[in-house]
């Protein structure tokens, strides 16, 4: 069974920085992608940032610039760094890993907000 957590949310100021983690119950690079979704109140969950096991990086429009997606190798972690924050990023976000089924995280809440 393939577990995968985030950490990392919290309360943040509008311009301020957080970075999410995520980490499956095994390596990194056993997956084909792993990404970042978030759900806001109201609305459906959407795809935030993405990365394939060849690196290759994809960002929804309203993060482009902002956000960055990585992997730590060594913690063998996918991250999302975010900055410059908005009330609207204001989400429950979630961790997706995929090898061709797909594994969710329970969600770390993001709070922008003054």
């Known amino acids: 069974q393939v577990h995968v957590e985030e950490s990392g949310g919290g309360l943040v100021q509008p311009g301020g920085s957080l970075r999410l983690s995520c980490a499956p119950s095994i390596s990194i690079f056993s997956f084909n992608a792993m990404g970042w979704y978030r759900q806001a109140p109201g609305k459906q969950r959407e795809m935030v940032a993405r990365i394939t096991i060849g690196g290759t990086t994809n960002y929804t429009d309203s993060v482009r610039g902002r956000f960055t997606i990585s992997r730590d190798n060594a913690k063998n972690t996918v991250d999302l760094q975010m900055n410059s924050l908005k009330p609207e990023d204001t989400a429950v976000y979630y961790c997706?890993?995929?090898?061709?089924?797909?594994?969710w995280g329970k969600g770390t809440s993001v709070t922008v907000s003054s």
């Open positions: 997706n890993a995929a090898r061709g089924l797909s594994f």
